[in-house]
């Protein structure tokens, strides 16, 4: 609403100067039709200063003409560019807030999670249902579950898996050796139901 207002400001105060310039230059024009007269105000110094008024009066009309006309483009140009600024922002402040959540997961899983002697992981009961929530995080731990087996197959990188059995939330430092849809095989064969991992900590 202030924006359509601020605009419809402008717009009237470049038609009410717009005018009374066109007006001056009309008037000029109308008192100096006569050839001899006009070069006669040329040579009068005083009568010159009607012509100058004139020639200074078209310049100012035609000077708002153009901010009448281009004035709506250049305000939504400028209401764009601020939106997009605000849309980047936002972005930012999204991008942070979910950098400080994780970094906020890692502590809360590192608190309450329990090392866990990975030879005694088949021994341990898992939930059918999957522990996360949200799409956005089930691939997450995809990415990061595959990030991890690469690591483990090229490198013998060690990762912290995060993960949660039917009783508690526990944590083994160890290399990913093949994953499926389902399971995550660590060496000696052992599984870990994908369903069960919270996190993967390189």
């Known amino acids: 609403m202030k924006t359509k207002t601020s605009h419809s400001n ?23 039709t006569n050839p001899f007269i006009l070069a006669d105000s040329i040579i009068d ?20 003409l153009k901010v009448y006309y281009t004035i709506d483009d250049k ?14 922002r936002i972005a930012k402040r999204t991008k942070k807030t979910q950098l400080l959540r994780e970094l906020l997961s890692f502590k809360v899983y590192n608190s309450k999670s329990k090392l866990i002697d990975k030879t005694k992981i088949n021994h341990l009961k898992f939930a059918k249902e999957d522990v996360l929530k949200t799409e956005i995080d089930v691939s997450n731990r995809s990415a990061e579950l595959y990030r991890a087996m690469k690591l483990g197959n090229s490198e013998k990188h060690k990762v912290k898996i995060f993960f949660k059995d039917r ?3 526990k944590h083994v430092e160890t290399t990913i050796w093949n994953l499926d849809p389902k399971h ?3 060496k000696g064969g052992i599984t870990i139901p994908v369903s069960s991992i919270l996190k993967i900590e390189f």
């Open 184 to 186: 995550v095989t660590l």
């Open 167 to 169: 009783y508690s939330n």
């Open 10 to 32: 402008v717009k009237a105060l470049a038609v009410v100067i717009g005018l009374i310039a066109a007006s001056i230059f009309i008037a000029c024009i109308v008192l100096h």
């Open 75 to 88: 305000l939504e140009t400028a209401y764009i560019s601020k939106q997009s600024t605000g849309i980047t």
């Open 45 to 64: 110094f005083a009568i010159h200063h009607y012509f100058l008024m004139g020639f200074i009066s078209l310049i100012i009309t035609l000077f708002c």
